[in-house]
Every structure is written in structure tokens, then in C-alpha cells.
């Protein structure tokens, strides 16, 4: 069975310290990992996909990196708007998506 | 702009009540989906639809139904079947199913609570 984690469930950080957040996959065919923001009360908005082991993507203070079982999104000097929720998602070939329960981020002033 | 509208953003309830919840896009997508959204849990599929007329059940379909008589709306009817249905639900579309990588966009969510 496909499943998605996410680590850590919270992340507290002072204003500029710079941290990662964690998703670990285990997935038949992978077609690729989405990473997903979400403020509170919001749908989710759309991020980065990543396709293959190897592969980064960067927006902002965001960078996210893909490995064969996970992927890592970074947060480089974060900034108090930066804080939300964060979603990993997978998409295996003939599968509907496969959701982690989330990091939930905040950065403090 | 193109995007997906959810309404009502909060309903509620009563017990033995059934009630809709209204899904519209612009975007000129064919694949909806309705996700259920619970604290400390990923979102969870409960139904899709690549075409008119045409859906499936996700993991969780029980105590709801769906309809899909226009490409731009994909209602979410929350029957009496339903026994825990307060959470936070969000309608999302795609280009196609096949589409690689495209990922969904997301509406902005309907609470729902259960009085």
C-alpha cells in the first residue's frame, strides 16, 4: 500500500533559522511528489513537483530535493509569512494522489 | 481569473439532515475531486470524476454522493449515512488524469459541522 509521512507533525523557528522539513514515500512507480502549502481555513496551493531521485526545485526561501524514498523541503532565513501548513503529496503511475498528514510551520518574529 | 469556488465556506448540520456542497470551475478542467480533510490526517479521497457524467469512488465514498452533469460542477451531497462528517472539505480539478506532474488546484474549503 502506497503511504506518505511527514516529519516533524510541528516546526517552531525563530525568524531567519533556517530548517527542513521531511517526506517519506513508499510508492510502486512513482510519477512524481508535489509539495503543497496551506495557510489556515485555505485550500492547499500548489509548490514544486519533483519527477526523479536527484531533481531540486527552488521559489523563494523554498527549495525541495527528491531522493528514491524521500524528499526534503528547505527553508532558507524563513520569514513570519512563511508559516502554514506543508503537504507532501505522491502520484503513482495508474493511482490517485497519496497525502501526508502535513508539517505544520511557525515562524516567529 | 480561473480557480475553483466552494460554497458555503462554513455549513452546518443537524443530525438525519442531508446537505450539498457546491464545487464550480473555470478552468476548463476535466478531472474533480472532493477530498476530506481531518486534523493530523492527509487528505482523503471520497470521490472523483474524469468526464461528465462519469465518477468513482474513492477511499472513503460511504454516506456520500455526487453528481457530474456539467464539466464545471461536481457537487458533494453529505447524506444521514454519513455518521462523523464534520471536517474540512476541499474540491480540486486537474487538465486530465494523465496530465504529468500538473498536480490539482484546490478550491478554498467547506467546513462542515455537524449541530
Known amino acids: 500500500e502506497d503511504q506518505v509521512t511527514q516529519s516533524p507533525e510541528a516546526l517552531r523557528l525563530q525568524e531567519g533559522e533556517s530548517s527542513s522539513l521531511n517526506c517519506s514515500y513508499t510508492?510502486?512507480?512513482?510519477?512524481?511528489l508535489f509539495w503543497y502549502r496551506q495557510d489556515p481555513g485555505k485550500g492547499p496551493e500548489f509548490l514544486f513537483t519533483?519527477?526523479?531521485a536527484g531533481e531540486e526545485k527552488e521559489k523563494e526561501r523554498l527549495k525541495a530535493t527528491l531522493t528514491k524514498k524521500e524528499s526534503f523541503l528547505h527553508i532558507t532565513a524563513p520569514k513570519p509569512e512563511d508559516s502554514a501548513t506543508y503537504l507532501c503529496?505522491?502520484?503513482?503511475?495508474?493511482?490517485?494522489?497519496?497525502f501526508g498528514p502535513g508539517t505544520r510551520l511557525s515562524v516567529l518574529p | 481569473d480561473g480557480g475553483i469556488t466552494q460554497s458555503p465556506k462554513y455549513l452546518f448540520r443537524k443530525e438525519g439532515q442531508n446537505v450539498t456542497l457546491s464545487c464550480e470551475q473555470n478552468?476548463?478542467?476535466?478531472?474533480m475531486y472532493w477530498y476530506r480533510q481531518d486534523p493530523g490526517q492527509g487528505l482523503r479521497l471520497i470521490y472523483y470524476s474524469q468526464i461528465v457524467n462519469d465518477f468513482q469512488k474513492g477511499d472513503i465514498a460511504e454516506g456520500y454522493s455526487v453528481s457530474r452533469e456539467k464539466k464545471e460542477s461536481f457537487p458533494l451531497t453529505v447524506t444521514s449515512a454519513q455518521k462523523n462528517p464534520t471536517a474540512f472539505y476541499l474540491c480540486?480539478?486537474?487538465?486530465?488524469?494523465?496530465?504529468?506532474?500538473?498536480?490539482?488546484?484546490f478550491g478554498s474549503g467547506t467546513r462542515l459541522t455537524v449541530v
Open positions: 510508492v510502486s512507480g512513482l510519477r512524481g
Open positions: 519533483l519527477y526523479s
Open positions: 478552468l476548463n478542467h476535466d478531472a
Open positions: 480540486a480539478s486537474t487538465p486530465k488524469t494523465a496530465t504529468l506532474g500538473y498536480g490539482y488546484t
Open positions: 503529496a505522491v502520484e503513482a503511475y495508474g493511482q490517485n494522489f497519496v
